[in-house]
């Protein structure tokens, strides 16, 4: 049967081939381009290169910027300096994840995200929460990532969901997702191997099934799907290009100029 939903546009998350950027960032965000990925996840530029300079290499590659993320498990950063990074390449979104201790430390993150929040959307930016999967933990019975959705206002607060570490946690991606209408802009995926270790696997080599999950993500207004794999028993490149291909068989991808 063929895929009902709409193909989105698929983006990347450059975290999959840091090691690769780190040696030779020009000529890997070049292969990423290639593969055929259109939008990327992606922070300040190494040393030596300007914001400007950044901008200029993707656009060339015609790289949409979609946005970056902030400090892991830190709500201490210079917002101005991200929104003026943001502002520079075009971005919208910028990504938090955290860790919690407890349902009191649930609360008062909740309320830090609520006040950061706010600033962001006075700034035209969109904070999302990235999870892992230490969020299903439960605190009096509801999961941290539950309370943290529940206490933070769902304009100044929004998802970047991840469908590995959802799973890993014990949920059902494609119904976790369905419960977050207008509320996960952006979605993380990746998959799992089948087995005990439930190593990160190639989008549509594993586990997870991604048309059901595309399906959700349709109905609740995802924007993007973004592809990353946080360790890979491959080449990390080759890792993205089976992934993108894999999009493209399941007719999720809405990338043009593919080939």
């Given amino acids: 049967m063929p895929v009902t939903v709409r193909p989105f546009p698929i983006g990347v998350q450059p975290y999959t081939v840091r090691d690769q950027l780190a040696k030779d960032y020009e000529g890997t965000l070049e292969k990423l381009a290639a593969i055929g990925y259109r939008g990327i996840e992606i922070g300040l530029p190494p040393a030596g290169k300007t914001v400007a300079e950044q901008k200029a290499l993707l656009n060339r590659l ?142 549509g080599e594993g586990t997870l099934d991604f048309t059901k999950i595309a399906q959700a993500a349709d109905e609740a207004g995802t924007e993007w799907l973004i592809v990353e794999q946080d360790l890979s028993r491959r080449d990390p490149i080759e890792s993205l290009t089976i992934s993108y291909r894999n999009l493209q068989r399941m007719g999720l991808s809405g990338n043009r100029s593919e080939g």
């Fill in 62 to 203: 015609d790289l949409q910027v979609i946005g970056t993320h902030g400090p892991f498990d830190s709500l201490e950063a210079d917002w101005e300096a991200l929104f003026r990074y943001l502002d520079e390449t075009g971005g919208r979104f910028i990504a938090l994840s955290l860790k919690f201790a407890s349902k009191d430390d649930v609360l008062q993150k909740a309320d830090r995200l609520n006040q950061i929040g706010r600033r962001c959307r006075e700034a035209g930016v969109q904070l999302l929460y990235h999870n892992h999967d230490w969020e299903f933990e439960k605190f009096d019975g509801d999961y941290a990532l539950d309370l943290l959705l529940r206490e933070t206002n769902p304009e100044w607060v929004k998802m970047e969901l991840d469908t590995y570490w959802v799973a890993r946690g014990g949920e059902d991606p494609a119904e976790y997702v369905s419960k977050l209408k207008n509320r996960c802009p952006l979605l993380h995926i990746k998959d799992m191997e089948p087995g005990e270790e439930k190593f990160f696997a190639e989008v």
